[in-house]
């Protein structure tokens, strides 16, 4: 086997904390006999730890993970901008990276001037980098704009830049962290297309840090998820992608219900009585108990599929005997404005007088909501509402039940719009 583009051998990286950055400033001078005669503490962060892993020549790597979870951490030990504390990090070949927006590049300096610089810090100069230039404007689409400073360039006119420029020359490793999410679809497309290009033709290692799912699957052949420093799971792209997702849907939940039971205040200490509150109102004489997303995988979902099938389930209590109440789900934009009304009669499902505990279930057999994160009002009211008008109201849960949208992964998605329209298309000649 040939020697791998790259590896690493349970590297970890320590930061010591200090309670004022002053005296971080002071520990990395070695002053640290300084700090114990000033009696100052500090704590230990591990930032990543243990991490091993080995990258061969032309591979397409992702690394995803959730911010903070040592990913970039990584990446500066492997591009030599941070020394491990531990382990040995061992890359063979020349290494481009572009890592955060802003670096790299003099803000004064126009476009042109910054492609030069760019260009010498690889080691080109004179005619050989004039001969690049022409090939990096067009690449980067930037004509217009190659004279003016890079400070009057928006974030995704200096990634288009930057990646240009550090991709005009070759590289053994390409690292790209996240610097391609300040773009717009068109060049990230673009970009995806270069670096699978430098890998096939080239033989270019590519390590590629993103938070599109679809970016990672498109491009890369393994993944690497980094889970609090170190490595949760390595392995096919897909697999690994399918592993991520589900725990971050777990973790999503968790926090939606945990948001939810903040905005429901304290539980009702018995049936028929409210808590005083504007978001939770109303006579009592019909309460809201629970309320419920269900969907093929979960019977108490935060997260569902659009374009799936679901069930909103609400449980109620009528101390006494009512008669023809109004069940109400409103589903809200996070603008305010409402996206989804579910509105239904006693009598249209059956139910011309309630007492007792009841279970109303809204049955949807394919949800047309966008994705995205929406919250709900939960209600039973005495009458049909009418415009303008709110009638009398048994139990109003106003914006308490917080759920998320969320299209199937996949390279093909497309973004729809709030609402999913069914349709249907024609083609006519003439």
């Known amino acids: 086997m040939s020697d791998p583009a790259l ?15 002053g005296l971080r400033a002071i520990d990395a001078l070695g002053g640290g006999w300084l700090l114990r005669g000033m009696g100052a503490t500090s704590r230990e962060l591990w930032a990543a730890r243990h991490i091993s892993f080995r990258v061969e020549r032309g591979e397409r790597v992702g690394l ?70 022409p090939e990096i404007i067009d690449f980067s689409e930037l004509a217009e704009f190659i004279d003016q400073p890079v400070k009057t360039y928006s974030a995704g006119m200096y990634a288009r830049l930057a990646f240009s420029a550090a991709t005009a020359v070759i590289p053994d490793v390409l690292v790209i962290d996240e610097i391609l999410g300040a773009g717009d679809a068109y060049f990230a497309g673009k ?18 840090v993103s938070h599109d799912a679809s970016a990672v699957q498109v491009l890369c052949q393994r993944c690497i998820w980094i889970e609090r420093g170190t490595v949760k799971e390595d392995g ?39 808590p005083r509150d504007t978001s939770n109102y109303g006579s009592g004489a019909c309460t809201i108990e629970s309320v419920e997303l269900e969907d093929a995988d979960s019977s108490d979902a935060k997260i569902v599929l659009a374009d799936r099938p679901c069930r909103v389930k609400v449980r109620v209590f009528a101390p006494s005997p009512i008669s023809n109440p109004v069940f109400v789900f409103c589903a809200y934009l996070p603008s305010g404005l409402c996206a989804m009304q579910l509105v239904v009669a006693g009598e ?26 929406y919250v709900a009002s939960v209600a039973v009211f005495e009458r049909m509402p009418r415009l303008g008008a709110e009638p009398r109201a048994y ?12 299209d199937e992964a996949g390279p093909a998605r497309v973004e729809r719009g709030v609402c999913r329209q069914p349709f249907r298309a024609e083609v006519h000649a003439g």
């Open 7 to 21: 590896e690493l051998h349970d590297v970890g990286k320590r930061f010591r904390l200090f309670s004022r950055p």
């Open 236 to 274: 096919p792209t897909l697999s690994v992608l399918k592993s991520y997702a589900t725990q971050v849907r777990r973790d999503e939940e968790a926090r939606l219900r945990a948001r939810d039971a903040r905005a429901a205040g304290e539980p009702r200490e018995s049936p028929g009585s409210l």
């Open 348 to 373: 249209e499902c059956g139910a011309p007088e309630i007492s007792g505990s009841n279970r109303v279930e809204f049955v949807i057999d394919r949800l047309v909501l966008g994705a995205g994160e």
């Open 191 to 208: 970009c995806l297309d270069r670096m699978r290009d430098l890998t096939e033709r080239s033989g270019t290692t590519v390590l590629f």
């Open 64 to 133: 995803i993970g959730r911010n903070g979870a040592g990913k970039s951490t990584t990446l500066k030990m492997i591009i030599g901008t941070l020394t491990p504390t531990e382990g040995r990090v061992e890359v063979r070949g020349r290494i481009q990276a572009l890592m955060e927006i802003g670096t790299g590049f003099h803000p004064e300096f126009t476009g042109r001037q910054n492609i030069q610089a760019a260009l010498s810090y690889q080691g080109i100069t004179g005619r050989d980098a004039h001969a690049l230039e």
């Open 395 to 406: 139990h109003v849960m106003d914006r308490s039940f917080h759920f998320k949208v969320e």
